[in-house]
């Protein structure tokens, strides 16, 4: 079964199995033919990388096992024909768009969030011509859900990497608690970007309804780890988005 699909206008089809390969993860390529590549673990969700949205449409129906799906095709055909969810894409304003740096560290944080869901997505909803992500609607009903999701696509605009990890370690700090006050957030972003608005827009994502709900969820479960299902729960918030911010990992 197919529990997470996305498109990939910005990465090909050999960057995106060069990737997987660089993360030492099992996968399935179907461009000719399908292909297994490296050993995929059938305790884990498993990567299917298709060359085109024709190819997937064709071959979708037998996948029988739990995936992720990953289609390499067109932003137009993607975003105009399709309206599947895409990876490594900003979308602005009059329908433009920019492509971000969609690295194999993103991808591995992709995986793991994938590795979580449990329920297919809606196959027959899916043919070659339909509305706008109608096809994993209940996936980015929940991404949107997500302070720390929106908050990644904020860090995402960062292009420099070294910049992007510091933003990154601040925003986590707040989320765990350790940074103790709006001012006191605005104050280490501000010294960290020149840009005035940056920092607000990022501030409002983290300091809102949401982003306030996943602070106090992940500062109780830092104090005490085995109530973390439980205030996840409570407080109709993704576990694994408590368990990320919550590791020793840097991004």
Not at 39 to 65: A, E, Q, R, Y
Not at 191 to 196: A, E, W
Request: charged share 25%.
């Amino acid at each position: 079964m197919i529990v997470a699909l996305y498109g990939s206008p910005g990465l090909s089809f050999a960057e995106l199995t060069y990737m997987m390969t660089e993360l030492g993860i099992g996968f399935m390529a179907v461009k000719d033919r399908p292909q297994k590549i490296g050993d995929p673990s059938p305790k884990h969700v498993i990567p299917v990388i298709f060359n085109s949205g024709s190819s997937f449409l064709k071959n979708k129906n037998k996948i029988k096992f739990r995936s992720v799906v990953f289609v390499c095709e067109s932003y137009t055909k993607l975003k105009r024909e399709y309206g599947w969810p895409m990876i490594g894409v900003i979308q602005g304003k009059k329908n433009q768009h920019s492509y971000i740096q969609f690295d194999k560290k993103e991808l591995g944080l992709l995986l793991q969030e994938a590795d979580q869901l449990t329920v297919p997505i809606d196959l027959s909803s899916i043919k070659s011509v339909q509305k706008v992500y109608d096809p994993a609607s209940e996936m980015i009903s929940k991404f949107s859900k997500s302070a720390l999701s929106q908050a990644q696509t904020m860090m995402y605009k960062v292009k420099n990497q070294e910049l992007r990890s510091k933003t990154f370690e601040l925003v986590r700090e707040w989320f765990v608690g350790k940074a103790k006050s709006k001012d006191a957030l605005k104050t280490n972003l501000h010294r960290l970007h020149k840009n005035p608005k940056y920092v607000d827009d990022l501030t409002i994502i983290l300091t809102s309804s949401l982003g306030m709900s996943l602070r106090r969820a992940t500062t109780e479960s830092r104090k005490d780890p085995k109530k973390l299902e439980i205030l996840a729960k409570k407080a109709n918030l993704s576990p694994f988005d408590i368990r990320y911010l919550l590791s020793k990992g840097k991004r």
